[in-house]
């Protein structure tokens, strides 16, 4: 499928992005995969996400059954800094393209993981499913931020031999969300360094998994 190049003016904030609408054969609304990069795709070349498996699947792909978008933040920022254009891009993409809301699934590898859990607590009610790949929690990730995600469907993926997130702290912020009435699973890649990404998007269980969440819950 072709991937479009495109950028939102977002207030004072440009954000580029990449595109992908679903295919003319797709359920229509379809959903959305949201995707944050990690920290080394960050500037202002969007070529530089097509280096990594997923957005290279859905630009090899023949149809999509789910829209895609990957939005790119500039060098020497992080996703906190660009939040409120991340979520102007999401209202924006809703309002142009026949998507469901509420089948709107959030995915982060690394640096882009780790700014999923904070987005996702912050805006539990925007998401159908969180699938944070490579990803630290953030420290002060307790209680509170796993009482606002307990109605929200979580896969964590980490390498068994990640030394930058290792797989244990994942393993128990699962539990805690889990403890809190939460719908998450884990799963820890036998072998894996922090580069898993091939492993865990590419695999068509995950595709079927983020196509069957749907949101039944409204929190703001």
Known sequence: MPVEHLTLAAGTDRLPYLFCAASPGAVSPAPLVLFLHGKRDAGTELKLLLRWPLPQQVERSS??????????????????????AVLALLEHLLSTYAIDPARVVL????????????????????????????????????????????????????????????????????????AQGGSAQFTEVAGGDHFIEDAVYLDPVLEAWWLGQRRAFAVA
Request: charged fraction near 25%; avoid cysteine; hydrophobic fraction near 40%.
């Open 63 to 84: 149809g999509l059954p789910y829209y895609f978008a990957a939005p790119q933040i500039p060098a020497e920022t992080d996703w906190r800094e660009r939040r409120d």
């Open 107 to 178: 995915t982060g590898f690394s640096f882009g993981a780790a700014a999923g859990w904070e987005l996702a607590a912050e805006h539990p009610g925007r998401f159908a499913g969180f699938v944070p790949v490579s990803g630290k929690v953030p420290e002060h990730f307790g209680p509170a931020e796993f009482e606002r995600l307990r109605e929200l469907p979580v896969w964590a993926f980490n390498g068994e031999r990640d030394e930058r997130a290792a797989p244990e702290q994942a393993r128990r912020a699962v539990a805690a969300l889990n």
